[in-house]
């Protein structure tokens, strides 16, 4: 049987020692770590390839919803919050399975298991130079290389292009699924940017057409990492 690695973010300690617990009992789960918050669960995550994810919802700094929001998570996602409410929002974020505490071992293995099927069948990708977003009643074309940025405008995603502006309720998430990270990058929670449209980088602002688009702290890492390999 293939092993599986995973990861726990959890910052209540007696839920993590259950959740620890669990995965223990599980023989092809490989537990490769544990954290306390989110952003150091993020940091492992963006060095190291993890099957699957354990993540708690309701976390001090950055909330697991914040987390799968702002990054591209290629992990498998299963939630385990005290709160209900949480489970639209964490479906539409396409997690594998949401654990609603105090879980029993029984309902844990089940969402193992499916997150388990996903790993041995995988969705096949394929990369286009095109994508099409849901604008109003329809869908519009957008050629990738035409993308100045992306801005978040409350529930709205507004794509500037080189020629149109489109406006579209799919989240930044959605987006980063369905857009190469290295031709569209996220720079902050509320903006993406074209990395050939970029005219010029100063401290931690970024100017597009006449845009001036910050940095934020959690995707400086990642975007100069990406900028200084073109160098």
């Not at 388990?116 to 069948?121: L, M």
């Not at 509320?190 to 980088?201: A, L, P, T």
């Not at 934020?216 to 100069?224: G, P």
């Amino acid at each position: 049987m293939n092993s599986y690695s995973c990861i726990i973010i959890e910052d209540e300690p007696l839920a993590l020692e259950r959740t620890k617990s669990f995965v223990d009992k599980i023989p092809f789960l490989n537990l490769c770590g544990t954290f306390e918050n989110a952003l150091d669960g993020l940091a492992y995550l963006k060095a190291n390839k993890v099957d699957l994810l354990f993540l708690d919802i309701n976390m001090d700094e950055l909330s697991g919803i914040e987390l799968l929001e702002s990054s591209k998570i290629e992990s498998q996602v299963i939630i385990t919050t005290a709160y209900q409410e949480y489970a639209i929002k964490g479906y539409e974020l396409n997690v594998t399975d949401y654990l609603l505490k105090p879980f029993t071992f029984d309902r844990f293995l089940k969402a193992v298991n499916k997150a388990q099927e996903n790993c041995i069948q995988p969705l096949p990708t394929i990369q286009h130079d095109f994508i099409f977003v849901k604008t109003e009643n329809r869908l519009v074309k957008i050629d990738l290389g035409d993308i100045l940025f992306i801005e978040g405008m409350r529930d709205y995603r507004r794509i500037h292009t080189v020629n149109k502006r489109i406006m579209t309720l799919q989240n930044f998430s959605e987006l980063e699924q369905i857009i190469p990270s290295n031709l569209v990058c996220r720079v902050h929670k509320s903006y993406m940017v074209g990395i050939d449209k970029i005219e010029s980088i100063e401290r931690m602002r970024i100017t597009i057409s006449n845009q001036i688009i910050p940095i934020s702290e959690t995707y400086k890492e990642l975007f100069f990492k990406m900028i200084n390999s073109r160098i």
